[in-house]
């Protein structure tokens, strides 16, 4: 079985852009969420400061949207895009995979265009579906952007799109079809998401709390975030895939199966790829959304499959909920989290709910963690779990 390394990496959220910024976010305890108006609809959120003055190359123009520039600015974050190249020169462009996660792509662009259409016009023939909107776009782009000619996969299954493209790498590479992988998730607010989970009442009305016994909704995010994958742990390598797990237990269209059956099986599987026992986890990065149901039932999940004694939080309360791009935001939390020595502590809840089992951190811990699991679960049941361990 190969091993995939994570040899280099790039994360942008709203909290801090790069991997110095958002350590000392975490540090500090300094959350990215603020008040958005959109539309009319004001929420707390978490939007990435500078991405409109994002320029992509000239050639590429056609790619322009936030989704992109959100995608262009990790590239230039910690040195992303020279670190691709080197691997490219290593391996060959054909040798190098590239797998994207999004669950929004260009929507923000197209809904904008919408709003300018009259009541018997159609979309003006500046606009692009295909280099946009569509879930493939942002793949298109990097692929474009970094000379890429491996397989090419986008994600896109909610809340554990990103979570999934370890998965997908990972057996791209075991089946000798790539040497590297290129991997990420990139997700930008717009109206949908915004006045849609508002329309559902899975809202906040300030900054998320997760865990919190009068935890009232989830705050929305965005983020770019990417990630190098060899199957040799070079220099600079932090964190290895030692297992996952998915399943689909397509209880609801939007709310999870009340046992967390889903998600409990996605734990289970992640373990046992892993060849590891509950007992060996040192710390979980839960999808912990501050929803009343989500919270609950994955509270119930974990305590069911890995007990009350390791310690786990939510880091929603930094970045928001980044929909697609989650899964991927969250393992590289959990990578800064083993390279740092530092357990997050679940942001902005001052008090846990007095149903929940879970060894919950509401302050943050120094600790040494060897191995690390990180839980993303998505509408529709679909679940991923992710195991994590040191680069040897």
Known sequence: MVTPFLTASSLVTAAGRGRQAMGAALAEGRSGLRPLDEGGLTLYAGAVDGVDAIALPAALAAYDCRNNRLAELALATDGFAERVAAALERYGRDRVGIFLATSTGGMRETEAHFRQLGPEEILPPSFSLETTHR??????????????????????????SSAKVWASAARHMAAGLCDAAVIGGVDSLCRTTLFGFNALELTAQGPCRPFAPDRDGLCLGEAAALGLLEAEPRTGASLALLGYGESTDAHHMSTPHPEALGARLAMRRALARAGVDAGAIDYVNLHGTATPFNDATEDQAVVAELGTAVPVSSTKGWTGHTLGAAGMVEALLCELAVSEGLLPQTLNTDRIDDTMRANILLEPRHASPQRVLSNSFGFGGNNCALVFGEAA
């Open 135 to 160: 879930l493939s776009a942002t793949t298109d782009y990097l692929c474009a952007r970094l000379c890429i000619a491996g397989p090419a996969q986008s994600i896109s299954t909610a809340c554990s």
